[in-house]
């Protein structure tokens, strides 16, 4: 206990606050962009065109643009967290410019080609969900050119795998189920298009939690180096519990998915679900906190002899 303690206290004396802020709000823009194209995928899979109902279709059309809102501010707190991180350097602008760097540059441009995809999907620009998946996808490709090209994608896909799963039950909770209750949709609607909505989600939730799963094996071994490092340094310990509170966000997505969902249709009040997605969202800002805090841990040094 005394040499765990004694881990924990070094490597948190080498943190700042401020650093750990800036990874959370890099996370939270993560999942807002992220969680915005899933759920637009969502929609697109969930409506049944010409067949909705004029109630319906408004939903689809309010869901669309609270989305792209979303994706907005998410893309707004990468470039502000891309800024920032680089600002402490320099005192001005120009110094910011000299000092960044290329992949520092290539990040804020693809931030900036997001932020302005969003707004023109908010407003209904033909084509600008397209722009916003390619900027999100050269987003994660923006290590590509590195000197280690095939492992550079690996950290990015990590956290857009997981920012796909949580960030589009995010926009469910804030958007999707909100939206619902307050349309005038008959209550066999409301509960059928929820139904459907969860349905759908189930393969986004799989997909993304598949990537975020392998690429966090390759990213942690790629760190760890060795085994025992998992209980013998602070970087090894802050993984094991990152990985305890995943495990926890698996249970509730699983028991959403295989208990709430498949009686949506027959249960007028989905309240319950709400509550399940809310303790998952939860679960998850603590992961988010958790990463922040691993992230700026030395990675665990090979054994001398």
Same mark, same amino acid.
């Given at each position: 206990?005394?040499?765990?303690?004694?881990?924990?206290?070094?490597?948190?004396?080498?943190?700042?606050?401020?650093?750990?802020?800036?990874?959370?709000?890099?996370?939270?823009?993560?999942? !807002?962009?992220?969680?915005?194209?899933?759920f637009?995928?969502?929609?697109?899979?969930?409506?049944?065109?010409?067949?909705?109902?004029?109630?319906?279709?408004?939903?689809?059309?309010?869901?669309?643009?609270?989305?792209?809102?979303?994706?907005?501010?998410?893309? *707004?707190?990468?470039g502000?967290?891309?800024?920032?991180?680089?600002?402490?350097?320099?005192?001005?602008?120009?110094?910011?410019?000299?000092?960044?760097?290329?992949?520092? !540059?290539?990040?804020?441009?693809?931030?900036?080609?997001?932020?302005?995809?969003?707004?023109?999907? %908010?407003?209904?620009?033909?084509?600008?969900?397209?722009?916003?998946?390619?900027?999100?996808?050269?987003?994660?490709?923006?290590?590509?050119? =590195?000197?280690?090209?095939?492992?550079?994608?690996?950290?990015?896909?990590?956290?857009?795998?997981?920012?796909?799963?949580?960030?589009?039950?995010?926009l469910?909770?804030?958007?999707?189920?909100?939206?619902?209750w307050?349309?005038?949709?008959?209550?066999?609607?409301?509960?059928?298009? !929820?139904?459907?909505?969860?349905?759908?989600?189930?393969?986004?939730?799989?997909?993304?939690?598949?990537?975020?799963?392998?690429?966090?094996?390759?990213?942690?071994?790629?760190? *760890?180096?060795? %085994?025992?490092?998992?209980?013998?340094?602070?970087?090894?310990?802050?993984?094991?519990?990152?990985?305890l509170?995943? %495990?926890?966000?698996?249970?509730?997505?699983?028991?959403?998915?295989?208990?709430?969902?498949?009686?949506?249709?027959?249960?007028?009040?989905?309240? =319950?679900?709400?509550? !399940?997605?809310?303790?998952?969202?939860?679960?998850?800002?603590?992961?988010?906190?958790?990463?922040?805090?691993?992230?700026?841990l030395?990675?665990?040094?090979?054994?001398?002899?």
């Amino acid at each position: 206990m005394d040499h765990f303690l004694l881990l924990v206290n070094t490597s948190l004396a080498s943190i700042s606050w401020t650093q750990i802020a800036l990874r959370y709000m890099e996370y939270i823009g993560y999942f !807002l962009v992220y969680g915005a194209l899933g759920f637009r995928w969502l929609v697109a899979r969930t409506r049944r065109g010409p067949s909705a109902s004029d109630g319906e279709a408004a939903f689809f059309e309010n869901a669309l643009r609270s989305a792209a809102r979303l994706g907005m501010a998410g893309a *707004l707190l990468l470039g502000i967290e891309l800024f920032l991180t680089g600002h402490h350097k320099v005192t001005t602008t120009s110094g910011f410019f000299a000092i960044a760097g290329p992949k520092l !540059l290539i990040q804020l441009a693809f931030a900036g080609l997001a932020l302005l995809a969003f707004a023109a999907a %908010f407003a209904r620009f033909p084509g600008a969900w397209i722009l916003a998946s390619l900027a999100a996808i050269g987003f994660v490709f923006r290590n590509a050119a =590195s000197k280690n090209k095939w492992t550079a994608p690996v950290n990015p896909l990590h956290e857009a795998g997981g920012a796909i799963w949580l960030g589009t039950l995010l926009l469910i909770v804030l958007v999707g189920v909100p939206l619902i209750w307050r349309s005038q949709l008959p209550a066999i609607e409301e509960r059928g298009l !929820l139904a459907r909505l969860i349905k759908r989600f189930s393969v986004i939730a799989l997909s993304g939690a598949a990537l975020m799963g392998v690429t966090g094996v390759i990213t942690s071994w790629t760190h *760890l180096k060795f %085994f025992a490092a998992l209980w013998t340094t602070s970087y090894g310990i802050t993984l094991c519990l990152k990985l305890l509170v995943v %495990f926890a966000v698996v249970i509730l997505g699983a028991w959403n998915w295989r208990r709430i969902g498949p009686v949506l249709e027959a249960q007028p009040d989905s309240t =319950s679900l709400r509550r !399940l997605s809310i303790a998952e969202l939860v679960f998850g800002a603590v992961v988010l906190l958790i990463t922040a805090v691993l992230v700026l841990l030395p990675s665990p040094s090979l054994p001398k002899g």
